[in-house]
């Protein structure tokens, strides 16, 4: 069966600082992945979403970018954290077409910038 | 890009009501509707999900429409219970199984 891993769980970060989490899925073959972001209390907001190795879309200019470097490897990163970027970042995975489009989601990363 | 809404943001029902949250979305090409329920501190899990060819889909307590000439799609939940107390999220997906989310409606079943 297929699961998903995303590490860390929390993590609390000083302004300025780099930032790298990483998630991988088990049991599937080029998955499509996607990083999500929300603030307390908000709604989920798509940042990056990616259909193969090295194919990255952004949905949002901001401060972080995503990566690709195996196919089942997605690491969303930061070269210098701002305070707005506090949020549970949420990994995901679906299957491409023509199969089902059901998302299936990391367990979360709590990222607070001091 | 596909630009999703949702209403209520908060909904408190009696236990035993009906409870029901209402989303449009805005691109026509869209064509697979998902909705999410979201606990505490917890991951989003997929409840249940409409595809556009199809007008209503059940399962047990919950229900979805799909309006596609209006763009819009329901969730329906009847005999409310206190578990169902929790943040859902309706969804659409557009090009590259790109999935937008709404923004969330807070479900407050009392009992």
């Known amino acids: 069966s297929q699961t998903i891993h995303q590490w860390p769980a929390t993590l609390v970060q000083p302004v300025g600082s780099p930032l790298s989490l990483e998630c991988t899925v088990e049991?599937?073959?080029?998955?499509?992945l996607y990083w999500y972001r929300q603030a307390a209390g908000r709604g989920l907001q798509l940042l990056f979403y990616?259909?193969?190795?090295?194919?990255i879309s952004s949905e949002v200019p901001q401060n972080l970018s995503a990566s690709r470097p195996q196919d089942r490897q997605f690491i969303l990163s930061s070269k210098k954290l701002l305070l707005s970027d506090s949020g549970f970042y949420l990994c995901a995975w679906s299957v491409p077409r023509p199969f089902n489009e059901k998302l299936f989601f990391g367990s979360g990363t709590q990222l607070s910038v001091l | 890009g596909e630009n999703v809404e949702q209403h209520p943001s908060t909904l408190s029902v009696q236990e035993g009501d009906s409870a029901v949250i209402k989303c449009t979305y805005s691109?026509?090409?869209?064509?697979?509707f998902p909705w999410y329920k979201q606990e505490l501190g917890k991951r989003p899990q997929l409840i249940i999900d409409?595809?556009?060819?199809?007008g209503e889909k059940k399962d047990q307590r919950i229900a979805v429409t799909l309006n596609k000439t209006a763009k819009h799609f329901s969730l329906h939940i009847t005999e409310t219970q206190p578990e169902d107390s929790a943040v859902y999220f309706c969804?659409?997906?557009?090009?590259?199984?790109?999935?937008?989310f709404g923004t969330g409606t807070k479900l407050q079943v009392i009992p």
């Open positions: 990616s259909v193969g190795i090295g194919q």
């Open positions: 049991g599937t073959s080029n998955p499509n």
């Open positions: 691109d026509s090409a869209s064509n697979y």
């Open positions: 409409i595809r556009s060819n199809v």
């Open positions: 969804a659409a997906e557009g090009g590259y199984q790109k999935v937008t």
